[in-house]
């Protein structure tokens, strides 16, 4: 997954990819000087659930759209 990739978990449409530390990319509103403590996996924004961090692929989400930036 890469930053601005929109996903789906559950009921929840509207998620956003915003960091992603195995790639070192981090948008504007999450820098890594406060997520890249984390390591490795991926930070989403849901509407729903808020932000969660996936250290490993989970198989409940669902890729709805690339980022275009």
């Given at each position: 997954?890469?930053?601005?990739?929109?996903?789906?978990?559950?009921?929840?449409?509207?998620?956003?990819?915003?960091?992603?530390?195995?790639t070192g990319e981090y948008d504007a509103t999450h820098p890594e000087t406060q997520w890249g403590y984390l390591k490795k996996g991926v930070m989403i924004e849901f509407l729903r659930y808020g932000l969660v961090h996936f250290e490993e692929p989970d198989e409940d989400l669902i890729l709805i759209a690339r980022s275009t930036i």
């Open positions: 997954m890469r930053v601005g990739d929109r996903v789906a978990l559950g009921d929840d449409r509207d998620g956003i990819v915003v960091a992603s530390m195995d």
